[in-house]
């Protein structure tokens, strides 16, 4: 990691990181993958590392921190197991963040402290059955009854859905009105008329659940609307946009593990009367993914550092986010490749990767909509 990009605080955090993802993280990370089994120790052990306040307000028992110390923790949480990075981000920067950046006095208090600590676990509630990409399309119904209102509708591929206690759900005052319409909720898991239906059959990141949320004249008390109500989407792209940082960062740690795991079996593996490492066709692998893998770094690095400076970044989280995921696809196909047959195989860690990597491009927004954002950044 280049160090002009970090200053010794960021380096010393990255290093505390990566010792705990290394003893803590990557032990574990096939065994969980083929279980699908929820790593409540790895997040209780982030949790006390004070990772799952990180960029919270300390007011409620946050961390506190940048968006550049975020990413850093990201990228390294992914690197030592994705599936731990997905539900790490999903509760902290959809679920946590969302309440913390606006939530009332009252919700704040009520929420944060036990999503910081990790007590409860948090999900976010958006992707429909013919709404995710658009999010304007969204169709889950917060209709007026009386003094509150009543929710009505499904969302799908929820992460954290299975184990979170809290949640902050999209949807929208009046379908008609599309993006006008947009309003998000915090919602507790016993609510009454609300299923919580678990997903299986997922490609990769398979230590992180799935579900779907069924919602049935569920009861919502005005004290559980975000924001006032007020310019709905555009909290909740604010949201997604600070979001995607994040996930960029996870596709750079994924990349990374990639890297990590092809140098040293190209190193060990022999073919031909040498190393594999000695071939050009893996030496130019190998190069191509370092040198990329340096390029997402330093505009993930980028777009923080623009969040943090409270400089317009909409542009270079899309960036960001669009050429890490990328990355972190190539790099993983290159590390099966470099790995042969036993790349094919899991629980190879190359295989793994290859599995975990592809939902990058697909979720915070898939890589077409990321183009698209930056285009009409582009030519403003």
């Known amino acids: 990691m280049s160090d002009f990009m970090f200053?010794?605080?960021?380096?010393?955090?990255?290093?505390?990181?990566?010792?705990?993802?290394?003893?803590?993280?990557?032990?574990?990370a096939s065994t969980i993958d083929s279980s699908g089994e929820f790593p409540k120790n790895n997040i209780n052990g982030l949790a006390k590392l004070g990772l799952?306040?990180?960029?919270?307000?300390?007011?409620?028992?946050?961390?506190?921190?940048?968006?550049?110390?975020?990413?850093?923790?990201?990228?390294?949480?992914?690197?030592?197991?994705?599936?731990?990075?997905?539900i790490f981000l999903a509760h902290l920067s959809l679920c946590a963040q969302f309440i913390n950046t606006y939530g009332t006095e009252e919700q704040k208090l009520k929420y944060l402290p036990d999503l910081v600590s990790a007590k409860s676990i948090g999900a976010f509630g958006l992707t429909e059955p013919n709404a995710g990409s658009d999010s304007a399309k969204i169709s889950t119904y917060l209709r007026k009854k009386g003094d509150g209102y009543l929710l009505n509708g499904t969302k799908l591929y929820i992460t954290n859905a299975k184990e979170a206690d809290?949640?902050?759900?999209?949807?929208?005052?009046?379908?008609?009105?599309?993006?006008?319409?947009?309003?998000?909720?915090?919602?507790?898991?016993?609510?009454?008329?609300?299923?919580?239906?678990?997903?299986?059959?997922?490609?990769?990141?398979?230590?992180?659940?799935?579900?779907?949320?069924?919602?049935?004249?569920?009861p919502v008390s005005e004290n559980n609307i975000l924001g006032n109500g007020i310019d709905g989407f555009k909290k909740l792209m604010d949201i997604l946009n600070g979001s995607r940082i994040g996930i960029a960062a996870q596709g750079v740690g994924l990349a990374q593990a990639a890297y990590d795991v092809s140098v040293s079996y190209a190193?060990?593996?022999?073919?031909?009367?040498?190393?594999?490492?000695?071939?050009?066709?893996?030496q130019w692998m190998i190069a191509d993914m370092a040198t990329e893998i340096e390029a997402s770094r330093m505009l993930v690095c980028k777009a923080a550092g623009y969040k943090d400076e409270g400089v317009k970044y909409v542009k270079e989280a899309s960036m960001a986010k669009l050429l890490s995921s990328k990355v972190a696809v190539e790099s993983a196909n290159k590390a099966?490749?470099?790995?042969?047959?036993?790349?094919?195989?899991?629980?190879?860690v190359a295989e793994r990767l290859y599995r975990d990597s592809k939902v990058t491009e697909i979720y915070e927004g898939t890589s077409e909509i990321q183009r698209m954002i930056i285009a009409k950044e582009c030519l403003k």
């Open 336 to 348: 099966v490749q470099i790995h042969g047959g036993a790349g094919y195989f899991s629980p190879t």
């Open 267 to 282: 190193k060990q593996r022999s073919a031909f009367g040498g190393k594999l490492s000695e071939f050009q066709s893996i």
């Open 52 to 86: 799952t306040g990180l960029t919270i307000d300390e007011k409620y028992g946050g961390a506190g921190g940048t968006s550049k110390h975020l990413a850093i923790v990201a990228e390294e949480i992914a690197r030592g197991c994705g599936a731990t990075s997905v």
């Open 7 to 28: 200053t010794d605080e960021d380096l010393l955090i990255r290093k505390e990181i990566r010792r705990f993802a290394i003893s803590e993280l990557e032990p574990y």
């Open 166 to 218: 809290t949640f902050v759900i999209i949807a929208n005052r009046d379908p008609q009105l599309k993006r006008n319409g947009i309003v998000s909720i915090i919602l507790e898991r016993d609510a009454e008329g609300f299923t919580i239906n678990p997903q299986s059959g997922k490609m990769g990141m398979r230590a992180s659940s799935t579900a779907e949320l069924v919602f049935n004249d569920t």
